[in-house]
């Protein structure tokens, strides 16, 4: 929802991420990667290679999402710019 409705469906989404962006949740079966380029948000849902990644459970990633918990926390794989980029995303 975070993802699909609150982002993506924006008319003003602006920006890019530096690459693409792995969320995997460990406690039910959901996975997304996230791309933003020139202000269109892409997002698939399934298990894909990214350039980076975030596994924690799929409450700790809404969260994470809102910039309501540290990346730090978790387990992050891969380019950390892309990551350390989603903080710089509006709300």
């Not at 202000?39 to 298990?47: A, E």
């Not at 290679?49 to 809404?62: G, N, P, R, V």
Request: aromatic share 8%; glycine share 6%.
């Amino acid at each position: 929802e975070r993802l699909e409705v609150t982002i993506a469906s924006r008319r003003n989404l602006t920006g890019s991420l530096p690459g693409s962006l792995h969320l995997h949740a460990t406690d039910v079966d959901a996975e997304w990667t996230v791309t933003l380029k020139d202000g269109v948000m892409t997002i698939d849902r399934g298990h894909q290679k990214a350039d980076a990644a975030i596994k924690a459970t799929a409450s700790e990633l809404y969260l994470w999402s809102w910039g309501r918990l540290p990346a730090e926390i978790f387990q992050c794989f891969g380019d950390l710019e892309v990551i350390e980029a989603w903080k710089k995303l509006p709300a």
